[in-house]
């Protein structure tokens, strides 16, 4: 049976992978969860899993995709669990270059931000991979384990839908 | 003028959190993943000892591939607690590591012949049920097919890798239309299942990709009988 070797802590691919990976997966899993402190526990238990399956990963250049897909199920299963996380939502961070425009703009960004929470879970999905981690179509099927043209499908709903709430005046 | 794609992007990466990569929190997580895995190993004479009891049970005589100490998570206690629920499987020996369960699901991690019998390496997930709970291998009362758009997706929390046998005559069986039953249409297409061999099965590694969600069937004496490869989305 393969056994992740006691001197895998030591293997400069993993600290490549976690230098890389872990602010982008907070911030991802924090747009899916809106709650920071979830975000990280999720990520981190993500890179518990890819420690733990390092050596059985088939393509090691492959950590980063492997990361997203754990995120994505861990994050899917501590919503799900936790039923109460929508009242959960933690205030939303806003940050803008000018006081003057600070109004408008934490208005718009709140209200994208709520569209984002009212999204459908695979839409929600879709779009954060999309506009946060600017994954391709075919990235963003690989890593929820959807066709293409599904994936197309819920980022136009998706963008529909945020686009609305761009609009919104 | 920005576009709306580039606006919306803007918005997305504002309203995500910063988390800065610290090296003391990936020292803190390397420590995290020795000690499952030690805990794993100090835990496994606990786990024979548990297996033996239901062999009692059960009337099996369970007999390890290589005789070697297994690996064994201790979040799966069901694998102990649910087999005894399902004694119409365990009339005969146990087949390699086949723990009397009538179904499992997982990931193929390779198929291989051994001594003019096919096998299997098999990495067993959990499937999400509606309570928030876990199901696995022996929880099954059915076919555990996972296919079409789903809300219940799969977790691994067990390393342990199970070699199962395969009958000659096992049917292995993949999706011809998988793009429609993943479709987001409203009706989404009934899966269109296709035979294919077993030397197939083994040389078609991009029919068991990472995604692929496995259901084995396996036959009373613990050979499988059927291996679907299926996969939700």
Redesign the interface.
Known sequence: MAVVPEDTADDEAVVVVFHREYPAMVGMASLLLRDRAAAEDVVQEAFVCLLLKWDRLRDPSKAGAYLRTTVLNVARGRLRRDRTAQRKLRPLRVVVDSTEDAALASTEHVRVMAAVDGLPRRQRECAVLRYYLDLSDGEIAEALGMAIGSVKSHLHRARAALEAALEER | MST??D???D???????????DEA??DT??A???R??RRRRTTTAGFVAAAAVVVTVLGLAVVNSDGSP??VDVVAPTTTTTTTTTPTTTTAPATRDWDGARFDLGRI?RVHREDDEWLVDFDRVQL?TDD?GLASGPDFTEEPVVVG?T?E????EN???RTYALRPDAEALVIDN??DT????ETWATPRWRRITLDELASGRELWD??TQVALTFDPQGYVMRVRLA???
């Not at chain 2, 997706?153 to 691994?156: E, L």
């Open positions: 709306t794609d606006r919306l992007r918005h997305f990466h504002r309203g995500a959190a910063d988390a800065p990569a929190l990936l997580l390397r995290e993943a020795l499952r895995r297994e690996e991690e999400t928030g758009n809300d997706p799969t977790v691994n390393l342990r890798l998988l793009r993943c479709s987001y249409l990472e995604f996969s939700g989305c």
